[in-house]
């Protein structure tokens, strides 16, 4: 057995704040005071993302179906939304009644293509879903111009993108409405948890609404919902949690950036791309990913079986959607069918220290090809 300590692809970055956050909100947040830690998050992660509204969720999954289900997104719609993506991106497509059309992605960001989203366009699409795959950011103003041109909803899924910024703007406060996730792999942790955030008044009116099992605000009959709504809510004590993760956010981002950047140096003579940045933006590079070069030979199942051999952890580079057994193949998507064969994400935590990422490109050099 090798004795080397566990290298995890990732892990949360918990403090003595986070604890006594949530040791409070166990022993006094009930009664009167059982939403407050969950209010004053939402107001917190407003002003960080710079947004008018925020309702915390219990996923990323469960803001994107309250946000969707308020555009009003049901059977016979269609949302346009890139192939390669994680399951809970199209998961409330379908928990809808409506239709995933599932786009190829940009070669150099893995994210939305705005040429094959144009042409993807139906008189039934009803949106388009812009996920920030890994902290990479979406050509999200070609896709805004490409929404206003057709009347059409830009959602943004920003789940992996918090400390992501687009020209001064962060990823979730640009389209339509922002989906984020607290999963305990993110860069910020409830546990688990997510947050619906949005600029549009009437839609936070909304989804309001339908976050509260259909239960109107201001309606002063107790117990009287006007419409069948969802359960999604976050609970205190995760809010608690959330609210020490975000008075430490820029730390957080930074430990993210500080850990990629060493693994660009160490691997940038590699025939591989990483996670890009493009001139005027920042990544808060939630996972680093290695894309091999097309040709170079690289084995992506040889080289999770080293890793698992000197202990360390390897995640696959999410499987294109249109390739599991609930979607129709779709053979013309060319980069998304290639690029989940010739990448692997890199363990990313925000301790990993020098000696951590030595051990993990050692092995990645060797397959591609250079010793080291």
Known sequence: MNQNPRIHYTKPSITELEVSYAVDAAANGWGEHCYDYIHRFERMFREHIGVTHAIATSSGTGAL????????????????????????????????????????????SWCLDPVKVERAITPNTKAILAVHLYGNLCEIDALLDIGRRHGIPVIEDAAEAIGSIWHGRRAGSMGAF???????????TT?????????????????????????????????????IGFKYKMSNIQAAIGCGQLERVHELVAGKRRVFEAYRRALGSLPLAMNPEPSGTTN?????????????????????SEFREENIDGRVFFWPLSTLPMFEPRPENLVSLSLSQRAINLPSYHDLDQGGIERVTRIVSRHAGVAR
């Open 65 to 108: 179906h309250l946000g969707m289900a308020g555009l009003g997104i049901g059977p016979g719609d269609e949302v346009i939304l890139g192939d390669i993506n994680w399951i809970a991106s199209a998961a409330p497509i379908v928990h809808l009644g409506a239709t995933p059309v599932l786009v190829d992605v940009d070669a150099v």
């Open 178 to 188: 922002g989906a984020f996730s607290f999963h305990g792999t993110k860069t910020i």
């Open 191 to 227: 546990g688990e948890g997510g947050i619906f955030v949005t600029n549009d008044d009437a839609l936070y009116e909304k989804v309001l609404t339908l976050s509260n099992h259909g239960r109107a605000k201001g309606e002063t009959r107790q117990f009287w919902p006007a419409v």
């Open 284 to 304: 808060g590079y939630w996972m680093p990913t290695a894309v091999f070069d097309p040709g170079c030979g690289f084995d992506r199942d040889s080289l999770l």
